[in-house]
């Protein structure tokens, strides 16, 4: 995991001051990283800082009374230390956003093709003609039925989920290596859901763009990614492939996450483990671990600052001092 | 762990425990409004101008109206500030400072008076209308949109000119124009409230609809309604003077009114400007505190609205 | 736990050994008014033809997607919102032929759970005070301090701290705000709950705490639950029975265990196909249906079939000129129906889907 | 958008007809006998007959409305009590004036404004925020009568630099086609007399364009301050668009949506300014005309003014309303 991957998120951290109030921290030290054509997932419910990280890996936090330290290397290049406009000259080309909320992230008054042209317009040197011709060429490729009728027509005559499908569009529009999905599906009916999901990583794995895919929900992490990267309270409390995070999570949150959410495909019967308290009762990092007022296994030994994440294999790490699989759990 | 972990009373975050009794939304709002300094300056201004005009015989250091000195002022000039007279004389040669005083106890009577009876008014129509509906409502909103199509000076003109000059006649034409703007806020915030899961809730408690709409809605339509008084006694301010400005105050002279004082100081705009100048700073300044206040009551009220 | 109830409720005998909550026929459609005149030019048909009944004791879980009319029908149920047609019985009181009075007494014996809890709850009113409200207007038995040890104990009993009672809704967490809605539901002990989305608004770890609290509920105090909710992992989780909604109308209902394993609608086994599992290996071995398009207007549905427009087996003949009514299909038990004329065929495996049917996209 | 504007015409008509059951009903309430009540002082037996033939006093109550109802509709709301002069004549004699007036009034306010109130908003917190913030407190805070007599004293009588009143020197000989005076000087291409007729537009624009300008400012500032919070400007910025194509396409535009609306409701604050500020600046609009029919208790020229402004008030609104529809896809489409 040294210097090789398209995206290096090391020691994060994004603090909010608001004029009269006390400042707080939303991202607190998170580092990942995503390869080449990989999809990555991060997870994590409601103020755990996903939807920040992602906003501050894009630059898109308001300048002001936002600190942002760390660092966010993309393709070498430090993506913090350039200035706005360079900034803006890599968004919508090398890296690209799709957002959770399709009925509000369009803009209402202009036609869905103007949206799409600007942005092909931006940074590459089509002309007005040949971007208008490519444009409709996208939204046939997102799926959106007579695609030439629609780059006409305005936001508010599609549902959701064609909405989204354009933002897709948008996103894909000049082949960026690297995609940031924030909860793209939350807003949509299961079964468009699926559509989205499916259309979504079809075309990642066809042009081999690297993906960023953040949620609330871990059954959308299994179907799409590759490696999976919990955050609770603005940390990486949990990193590890796909395959091993739901079979042998160790971070006593992940595994309580896991116990506590119904499935489908549930044995009649099965009891749900509710992991106790609201993601309000925290501890400061510089206490100790987050989630120790909540955990079932917590003790002082959980008080201690700096808590690192490790674990048998450097592609599997737990912040925590208590990891499932340790003789604590029968207890 | 078991599914009675779930059921064990968590300890709440450390900042609610402090609390005590509980915040109250009134409570958290006049802390918000006791932090913003906006929202002081104009309380001031509101305390200082409600003083003055309840204090008025005490503070003011002649009884107003009273030409006493109108031997002194000449068609081409009136005195200026003398020891006697700190701000000088008005124009029929009475002290400039006691009628300034004076002012602010009839811009106080009618503003309030005004504001009053269209809040009443206004606040029984909104209430009739979003809380029966149908064609109560169909009627009423119709009355308001006759009401709200003529602009509100107009409409006071009209009110005063049919009443005939008197004090009264301006309170009401004044308190009409303000009648549909808060029977348009009134049922708008009942209509909104309407459709709230809150109200359906009560509805589903078996609640009466007017203990739903008495004890429920209506109190937290209250907020608006305060906020929307609050400007309103600003623009009656202003409208009291305006009115006299176009020769439809108080015909009794023995009544000091800013506004009426403006329209004399214009013919002698030339000689002394002053005349002029007092009382509409008079004017401004009063209309600025309400204004201020009740800006900082909105925002006080309704903290996202915070710009 | 002992009763607020007083001698006038709690039937027992006749009506106790029928469901408690039987509805037939249910229609709710909101006219649509175009033009100068506002003339009535049609009709949304949010509930278009509704039958179920939930035996005393279980819970009744309504699924499907936004706009399907799930909701408008929790209400209908509730008579939140005035059905255009059918009937609705509580205990084998005609819920519909009751007039304003009598339904307003009518209302203790069911109660509702929101999505939003905050939305649900008075702003300015402290927690106690919004639970003995209710108490006092339908005069309940003991008076005030009866009241208020009920109240106590009733937000002990969801598992609220202590001085919880005089806090406001917006000084508690999510999961708390529906503790203090389930509370408030219950305080009148009614004997039906309709729960809409209760538990959608709230983080996924928190949830489970209000899932497991609605059962221990259930459990203790012999509540009917009718749950609708869009999640149908949660559905499963806490239904007896559930049915499936597809624009307005049931197209299939079963045991919660018998419907999820043997699914004879394409719509639900197109829902259950979609719904996310947080198990890679179970995901990768799924079949995947996915269908095409939006969900039709209720204002203008199809004919016949109305799922007929997105289902990857739908038939030249029969789908689109008749509609399906609930049936029970061979080989399945009589708990269990579908409004498919081709359930059968489909099950055999001897009608194929059109293409868009295919196993998920392998992951890496 | 058709049945729009069909059912906001409806709803004219309705309100005009309230408006002239009310008005009726006015005159009908003024004490003692209506006929001199409607005269006042100036009551003569020859008077009261006339007037009481025009209005057919003697006729039972519902056919007098009728009567007066018909001769609105006709156009015909009587004639002034003071000068004899139609009302309707006058009207259009001097509505010219005070639209002149208002336009002026507008132009400045909009030009003005909306720059302004984007800056502040851009610049949240800022001194141009704080400055422009303030600005607009005074604008509504200051009654329009005031700032005028201010206006005039200081720019006008102290440092002479515009006329003090009027809206033309009357030592230019100018033909009036139009009588929009500075329109009519560039038709006749007498440069001088429309150059006049701008000097004397100056200080009672200035002054009556503060109310629209202090709300314009205000609007279109926290309508700014809304959209940059808007979700799709987030959108625009992730699209790596340059600032100056996101601040004009993405965000201006849309936020001049509530602006053009709020717009049509300063109609109604312009011409009750334009009555105040023509009386300072002894302009001879409409305004003015109303004052003098005020303190003279013309009613007839009360009655049809108020009408005849509703009718103005309603049409603005309309027109804004429509001219929102074009600009809005959501309105237009839908």
Not at chain 1, 20 to 44: K, M, R
């Amino acid at each position: 995991m040294t210097g090789v991957s398209l995206l290096d998120v090391e020691d994060l951290r994004v603090r909010f001051q608001r004029k009269g109030q006390p400042a707080t921290t939303a991202v607190d030290g998170v580092s990942f990283s995503v390869d080449a054509g990989e999809v990555v997932g991060l997870v994590g419910e409601s103020g755990c800082g996903k939807s920040v990280t992602s906003l501050a890996v894009m630059g898109l936090l308001p300048r002001r009374g936002t600190s942002i330290s760390g660092s966010v290397r993309f393709d070498g290049t430090d993506l913090l230390a350039l200035s706005p406009s360079e900034l803006a000259r890599r968004r919508g080309r090398d890296l690209a956003m799709v957002f959770q909320d399709p009925m509000t992230s369009l803009n209402p008054v202009l036609t869905l093709g103007r949206q799409l042209t600007e942005v092909l317009r931006a940074h590459t040197d089509l002309d007005r003609a040949a971007a208008k011709k490519e444009a409709v060429e996208l939204l046939g490729r997102v799926g959106i039925p007579d695609p030439r009728r629609r780059a006409g027509e305005f936001p508010h005559q599609l549902s959701g989920g064609m909405r989204q499908r354009v933002l897709i569009a948008i996103a894909l529009a000049c082949s960026p290596r690297l995609i940031i999905a924030d909860e793209p599906t939350t807003a949509l009916d299961v079964t468009i859901q699926a559509q989205v999901l499916d259309l979504l990583t079809t075309l990642v794995r066809e042009s081999g763009t690297a993906m960023v895919l953040i949620t609330h929900d871990l059954g959308v992490v299994a179907g799409t990614c590759d490696r999976v990267n919990v955050l609770y309270a603005g940390r990486v409390v949990e990193s590890a492939p796909r395959g091993e995070l739901f079979a042998a999570p160790r971070h006593r949150y992940t595994q309580g996450l896991l116990a506590a959410v119904p499935r489908v495909d549930a044995p009649e019967g099965t009891p749900l483990h509710p992991v106790r308290g609201s993601v309000n009762d925290r501890l400061a990092w510089e206490v100790g671990c987050a989630f120790a007022p909540r955990c079932a296994h917590a003790d002082a030994a959980c008080r201690v600052p700096d808590i690192a994440l490790s674990g048998p294999r450097p592609e599997h790490t737990a912040r925590c001092v208590h990891p499932a699989g340790t003789p604590l759990e029968v207890a | 762990m078991t599914a009675l972990d779930a059921l064990t009373p968590q300890a709440p975050p450390p900042a609610e425990v402090t609390g005590g009794g509980g915040a109250g939304p009134w409570r958290s709002a006049w802390r918000r409004l006791r932090r913003n300094p906006a929202g002081i300056v104009g309380a001031v201004i509101v305390l200082l101008f409600v003083l003055v005009a309840v204090l008025a015989p005490l503070l003011a250091p002649f009884r107003p109206a009273t030409s006493e000195w109108f031997g002194e002022v000449t068609p081409t000039s009136v005195p200026g500030p003398s020891d006697e007279h700190p701000l000088g004389l008005d124009s029929y040669g009475s002290d400039l400072l006691t009628q300034l005083i004076y002012g602010a106890r009839s811009s106080l009577v009618i503003g309030v008076v005004s504001t009053a009876v269209g809040l009443a008014v206004g606040a029984l129509l909104g209430v009739l209308a979003g809380g029966i509906g149908g064609w109560v409502d169909t009627v009423i909103m119709r009355l308001v949109d006759v009401l709200l199509s003529i602009p509100s000076l107009l409409l006071a003109v009209s009110v005063a000119a049919l009443l005939g000059r008197s004090p009264v006649s301006i309170m009401l034409a004044i308190s009409a124009a303000q009648v549909p703007i808060f029977a348009r806020l009134l049922r708008a915030s009942l209509l909104a409230q309407r459709g709230q899961d809150y109200v359906v809730a009560l509805r589903s408690l078996g609640l009466r609809q007017r203990r739903i709409v008495v004890g429920h809605m209506l109190p937290n339509s209250l907020g608006p309604v305060l906020v929307q008084a609050t400007l309103t006694l600003a623009t009656a301010v202003i409208e009291v003077a305006a009115l006299s400005f176009l020769g439809l105050g108080d015909p009794n002279p023995a009544v000091a009114e800013w506004g009426r004082m403006l329209v004399t100081a214009q013919d002698r705009l030339d000689q002394a400007p002053w005349l002029a100048l007092y009382p509409g700073i008079a004017i401004a300044v009063t209309a600025l505190g309400f204004t201020l206040l009740g800006e900082a009551l909105r925002e006080a009220l309704d903290p996202r609205s915070g710009r | 736990m002992a009763g607020a109830r007083s001698a006038q409720a709690a039937p027992s005998g006749a009506a106790a050994d029928g469901p408690l909550l039987s509805v037939r026929g249910l229609e709710v459609h909101y006219p649509i008014r175009t033009g100068i005149l506002q003339r009535t030019v049609g009709a949304v048909r949010a509930v278009d033809g509704v039958d179920l009944d939930v035996p005393r004791g279980t819970t009744y879980g309504l699924v499907g997607e936004s706009g399907c009319g799930k909701s408008t029908l929790g209400r209908a149920v509730l008579r939140l919102t005035e059905p255009t047609a059918g009937s609705v019985a509580i205990g084998g009181t005609d819920l519909l032929a009751l007039g304003g009075e009598q339904l307003r007494r009518e209302r203790r014996r069911m109660q509702m759970v929101f999505q939003d809890p905050l939305a649900s709850l008075d702003p300015r009113q402290t927690v106690e005070s919004a639970l003995l409200e209710p108490l006092a207007v339908h005069r309940a038995e003991g008076g005030p301090s009866a009241w208020r040890a009920r109240v106590r104990g009733l937000l002990d009993r969801v598992g609220l701290p202590s001085g919880a009672g005089a806090k406001y809704p917006h000084e508690f967490s999510g999961g708390q705000r529906q503790r203090v809605g389930i509370a408030r539901a219950l305080v009148l002990d009614p004997d039906l709950l309709v729960a809409d989305e209760p538990v959608s608004a709230l983080d996924v770890s928190v949830q489970a705490q209000v899932l497991v609290l609605l059962e221990e509920l259930q459990r203790d105090l012999g509540l009917t639950y009718l749950v609708i909710a869009h999640d149908l992992a949660v559905v499963k989780h806490v239904s007896t029975t559930v049915g499936v909604m597809y624009l307005g109308a049931l197209v299939e209902e079963g045991t919660s265990s018998g419907l999820y394993a043997r699914p004879l609608h394409p719509y639900t086994r197109a829902l259950l196909s979609a719904a996310p599992v947080p198990d890679p290996v179970a995901e990768a071995s799924r079949e995947r249906i996915l269908l095409s398009g939006d969900l039709p207007s209720p204002a203008d549905p199809p004919s016949g079939c109305r799922f007929r427009t997105r289902c990857p087996w739908v038939q030249p003949t029969r789908c689109a000129d008749e509609r399906p009514l609930l049936r029970v299909v061979d080989g399945h038990p009589p708990t269990q129906k579908v409004a498919c004329h081709w359930a059968e065929d489909i099950e055999a495996g001897r009608l194929q889907p059109r293409g868009s049917a295919r196993p998920a996209a392998p992951a890496a | 958008m058709l049945t729009l504007v069909v059912r906001r015409l409806a709803l004219l008509v309705l309100v005009l007809f309230g408006l002239s059951l009310l008005l009726f009903a006015w005159v009908r309430a003024l004490p003692g006998d209506p006929a001199r009540a409607l005269l006042g002082e100036k009551a003569t037996p020859a008077g009261i007959a006339a007037v009481n033939e025009r209005y057919g006093f003697d006729q039972p109550v519902w056919q007098q409305y009728l009567t007066y109802l018909g001769q609105i509709v006709r156009g015909d709301f009587g004639a002034s009590i003071n000068t004899g002069e139609p009302v309707v004549t006058t009207f259009f004699e001097r509505f010219p004036a005070t639209i002149e007036l208002s336009l002026a009034a507008l132009v400045l306010a909009i030009v003005l404004g909306i720059p302004l109130g984007y800056l502040a908003a851009r610049r949240r917190g800022g001194w141009l925020d704080n400055a422009v913030v303030g600005g607009s407190l005074l604008g509504v805070v200051v009654p329009v009568f005031f700032l005028a007599v201010l206006l005039k004293y200081l720019l006008a009588i102290q440092l002479g630099l515009f006329p003090t009143s009027g809206r033309q020197d009357a030592r230019i000989d100018a033909t009036h086609v139009t009588n929009f005076y500075v329109l009519d000087g560039l038709l006749t291409r007498e440069w001088d007399a429309s150059w006049d007729a701008l000097v004397h537009l100056v200080l009672p624009a200035i002054a009556l364009g503060s109310i629209p300008l202090a709300i314009i400012v205000r609007i279109t500032r926290a309508s700014v301050l809304d959209v940059l919070s808007d979700d799709h400007v987030r959108t625009a910025e992730a699209k790596g668009l340059s600032r100056a194509v996101i601040s004009r396409r993405h965000v201006l535009r849309n936020a001049l949506l509530p602006v053009s609306t709020t717009l049509g409701l300063q109609a109604g604050a312009l011409l009750s300014g334009a009555v105040l500020t023509e009386t300072v600046f002894s302009i001879n609009g409409i305004g003015s005309y109303l004052f003098d029919a005020v303190t003279q208790l013309d009613y007839p020229v009360l009655q049809g003014f108020i009408l005849f402004i509703a009718v103005v008030y309603a049409l603005v609104n309309l027109v804004v309303d429509i001219s929102y529809g074009v600009i809005d896809p959501r309105v237009r489409v839908s």
